[in-house]
């Protein structure tokens, strides 16, 4: 059988799309802002439970923090992919004017790269010739600079996608404590905020391919962690009020 009639065989929990890993990037920004959502939003709602019982200035405060939180993720991401992308665009135009005023020394550079992984020099040179014939910046912005020129990530759809996750999960705590008689509100608060952080540490770590055990523990104890700190503080500032 022919090289190209072989069919790859592909392992079923192993991604191979095209594209997959800037997916994948994305659902881990998704989880890793509502997880900061969540636990941001429960930290002062909870803090704020600790010092007084008046459910009006708990909603305040919770929506004060998730709209200063959404804004200042989407602003972060913005700055930050905005940075980024200033930087992959300068290094494709560099590569761009070297590929045409040195193609030479390019596609031997581009060979070179694929001796570094194991290919010897004939089949190197080879495999640098086709696939500059078919993709020249293409193939060298991968192996050389680590870039997708077709998958630039877009700082708008950064700044959106993360104010977004954020909110959905400063939603979780903010309505639960508001919506619980207050007898209850902090322990059903604590109980429902724990629960979505051991789901979003499970799916983190789903998405990593990394030990869910040790991530979902991670998780709700950073969580806890910083619950039990706001309503301390809370509670001692309502005693001094």
Do not use: C
């Not at 890993?21 to 890793?32: E, F, I, P, Q, S």
């Not at 790269?113 to 993709?135: H, I, K, P, S, W």
């Not at 020129?149 to 996750?165: F, K, N, R």
């Amino acid at each position: 059988m022919r090289v190209d009639e072989m069919e790859p065989r592909q392992h079923r929990d192993e991604p191979h799309e095209g594209g997959v890993g800037a997916r994948l990037n994305w659902l881990r920004a998704g989880v890793l802002g509502a997880n900061d959502g969540i636990v941001s939003t429960a930290g002062i709602v909870l803090g704020v439970a600790g010092a007084t019982t008046d459910r009006t200035a708990i909603l305040v405060a919770g929506v004060a923090g998730l709209v200063a939180g959404a804004l200042s993720m989407a602003a972060g991401e913005y700055v930050s992919v905005s940075t980024q992308r200033d930087s992959e665009e300068a290094l494709l135009a560099k590569e761009r004017r070297e590929l045409e005023e040195e193609p030479e020394d390019e596609l031997a550079e581009l060979a070179g790269f694929y001796v570094q992984r194991g290919l010897d020099d004939e089949l190197a040179m080879e495999v640098a010739r086709q696939l500059t014939a078919q993709d020249a910046l293409g193939a060298h912005a991968e192996v050389e600079l680590g870039i997708d020129p077709d998958e630039l990530t877009s700082p708008w759809h950064a700044a959106w996608a993360s104010m977004l996750a954020f909110t959905v999960g400063a939603l979780l705590p903010l309505l639960t404590i508001v919506l619980v008689v207050a007898d209850l509100r902090v322990p059903v608060t604590v109980v429902a905020v724990t629960a979505a952080l051991a789901l979003t540490g499970w799916t983190s770590a789903r998405l990593g391919y990394g030990p869910a055990g040790r991530a979902v523990l991670r998780n709700m104890g950073g969580g806890l962690f910083a619950m039990l700190i706001t309503y301390g503080i809370g509670s001692a500032l309502g005693a001094q009020l």
